[in-house]
């Protein structure tokens, strides 16, 4: 059982710095941290990396976090979504007792800030009205994420967490409430869940929910430290030799581009054949975030389906416009260069016409 330490911290920002290039998975500008460390634990996640103690050992408790929230607000562009997915679940047991997660989501209430709620736990469902009052006035998305539907191996994966059959009935209920959901498959570990029969199987119980998206990436190694944490890992699962990651990560920190893009082709066909979209489509945000961020999602998502669909070129200058934009430095000329200029060009204030 972890311990909690209850905490003031008046000095430190309860938000991240402003993003240099916005987040095209869970469409932020800003994310934050609501409880510091992780009771969960997942063996996997990258966030054992940036705790000295192991992660499930202490739950730093912010009990100032509202107050140093409120008084930050104010100063947040309401067109720039702020994702609390960063470093532990925000509905970990912790928040049953100290609600600190649900004074973050009434502030927002308050101010008509749009959020992303990561979340494992059904706990998220007792908020649930608010949730629905923050979405009909500006926009509040749940994700959880879903590795495998085979509970032997999500037991090994993540034992802490809820089912995954518990997560699916989560989505369906928010679902039913209104509350835009989407599923992230973080992350594909290859030789453990990048099947084609188990990333199959998760895509089919996403769209039987009817999920408004799906979104995924890679294991992430990002030093020798997690490295020997997720040989440790492989050897409690399998018979996994050292050298099938150094193959597949040759040292590097994420998984090599031959690989990813057989792994994303493999994907982005099982979503398009299912109905599902492999990023938050543009209705569920349109209205809802400024003009800038919406041009910059809608340009990145196209990025993504043209670098696998082999238009390299059209996907560089998708990538750039998107960030230029969202630094608020694009030049009309170079974005009419795309065909996405008669939907990107009015929501930026430009001509329809050249």
């Given at each position: ?22 987040n ?12 510091t ?28 976090l ?5 008084a ?9 979504l ?29 101010h008509g ?14 908020d ?18 879903l590795?495998?539907l ?21 989505l369906?209920?928010?679902k ?8 992230a ?28 998206f ?34 597949v ?26 109905g ?12 809802k ?14 990025a993504?389906?043209?670098?696998l ?8 200058l ?5 960030d ?16 996405l ?14």
């Amino acid at each position: 059982m972890a311990y909690y330490q209850r905490e003031l911290a008046p000095n430190v920002p309860p938000l991240s710095a402003r993003r240099p290039l916005i987040n095209e998975y869970f469409l932020s500008a800003y994310t934050m941290s609501v409880y510091t460390g992780c009771e969960l634990g997942c063996p996997y996640c990258d966030s054992w990396v940036y705790n000295e103690r192991p992660l499930n050992e202490t739950i730093a408790i912010p009990v100032d976090l509202p107050q140093r929230l409120a008084a930050a607000l104010p100063k947040i562009d309401r067109g720039d979504l702020i994702a609390i997915s960063a470093l532990s679940d925000p509905y970990q047991p912790a928040e049953q007792t100290y609600r600190i997660t649900r004074q973050v989501l009434q502030l927002f209430a308050e101010h008509g800030q749009p959020c992303l709620i990561m979340t494992k736990s059904p706990l998220v469902l007792e908020d649930r009205s608010l949730l629905q009052k923050m979405n009909e006035r500006s926009l509040a998305v749940v994700v959880t994420t879903l590795l495998t539907l085979d509970q032997h191996l999500a037991t090994r994966l993540e034992g802490r967490a809820p089912s995954p059959q518990l997560r699916l009935e989560m989505l369906a209920e928010l679902k039913r409430a209104g509350i835009p959901v989407g599923v992230a498959l973080l992350p594909v570990m290859p030789y453990v869940n990048d099947s084609n029969l188990n990333l199959r199987r998760v895509l089919h119980a996403c769209a039987e929910v009817g999920v408004d998206f799906v979104v995924w990436d890679y294991l992430h190694i990002p030093n020798e430290r997690h490295r020997h944490r997720i040989n440790v890992l492989l050897s409690q699962l399998g018979s996994y030799p050292p050298r099938y990651y150094r193959d597949v990560y040759r040292d590097q920190a994420t998984v090599n581009p031959i690989y990813r893009h057989d792994r994303d082709r493999e994907l982005l066909q099982r979503c398009d054949e299912l109905g599902l979209a492999p990023r938050a489509p543009h209705q569920l945000y349109a209205g809802k975030l400024s003009p800038r961020n919406e041009a910059a999602l809608l340009l990145r998502h196209a990025a993504f389906r043209d670098r696998l669909q082999g238009r390299e070129r059209l996907a560089h200058l998708h990538r750039e416009l998107a960030d230029a934009i969202f630094q608020g430095r694009f030049r009309a000329a170079d974005l009419r260069q795309s065909p996405l200029y008669p939907t990107v060009g009015p929501l930026l204030g430009l001509p329809t016409t050249t």
